[in-house]
T-cell receptor, first 109, second 112 residues
Framework: AQRVTQPEKLLSVFKGAPVELKCNYS??????LFWYVQYSRQRLQLLLR??SRESIKGFTADLNKGETSFHLKKPFAQEEDSAMYYCALSGGGTYKYIFGTGTRLKVLA | NAGVTQTPKFQVLKTGQSMTLQCAQD?????MSWYRQDPGMGLRLIHYSVGAGITDQGEVPNGYNVSRSTTEDFPLRLLSAAPSQTSVYFC???????????FGPGTRLTVT
């Protein structure tokens, strides 16, 4: 079955601490993997995608095909990182997305 | 560019009423989607469209209808509202080159 799993509903860290939001996926093929973010009272927006291998706002994510994971990491959390984070995949050749259930990140002062 | 727009922002319905949630995009994207967002359940795909005149069901289509007469517009119709349809609804369009989804601001619907 095609699925995206985000095991943590809520992750609280202190400002300056490292952050890792976990994402595992199940897909029979080569999906495109994404992280989307939703800040308070804003619409969802793309944070990063695995194919571009870029770092946005200090976040990175490495696709591990062996472990079927795409964890999101940041070495030093900032208060403005507090938001809802969704991991998602899109099947190769289609535009249908499957989203995880989301992880709410709270960065404490 | 306005991007993806949705109306209304908020709506309260009584059980059994019908209504249409509007969605429009000005990016000439062929692919558009409707999701509902519920606590603990993430975003679930309701219906999607790969172009004008072509629609298909997503994960949770029951109780909803869609049509796509133009590239720009993708309205979602609730046929007979039920309390289980209380949710936040997001429309999105997808860039066919980057696969990036662009979301609207959402419609918060309450069914009493």
């Amino acid at each position: 079955a095609q699925r995206v799993t985000q095991p943590e509903k809520l992750l609280s860290v202190f400002k300056g601490a490292p952050v890792e939001l976990k994402c595992n996926y199940s897909y029979s093929g080569s999906p495109e993997l994404f992280w989307y973010v939703q800040y308070s009272r804003q619409r969802l927006q793309l944070l990063l995608r695995h194919i571009s291998r870029e770092s946005i706002k200090g976040f990175t994510a490495d696709l591990n095909k062996g472990e079927t994971s795409f964890h999101l990491k940041k070495p030093f959390a900032q208060e403005e990182d507090s938001a809802m984070y969704y991991c998602a995949l899109s099947g190769g050749g289609t535009y249908k997305y499957i989203f995880g259930t989301g992880t709410r990140l709270k960065v404490l002062a | 560019n306005a991007g993806v727009t949705q109306t209304p922002k908020f709506q309260v319905l009584k059980t059994g009423q019908s209504m249409t949630l509007q969605c429009a995009q000005d990016m000439n994207h062929e692919y558009m989607s409707w999701y509902r967002q519920d606590p603990g359940m993430g975003l679930r795909l309701i219906h999607y469209s790969v172009g004008a005149g072509i629609t298909d069901q997503g994960e949770v289509p029951n109780g909803y209808n869609v049509s796509r007469s133009t590239t720009e517009d993708f309205p979602l119709r609730l046929l007979s509202a039920a309390p289980s349809q209380t949710s936040v609804y997001f429309c999105a369009s997808t860039d066919s080159l980057s696969y990036e989804q662009y979301f609207g601001p959402g419609t918060r619907l309450t069914v009493t």
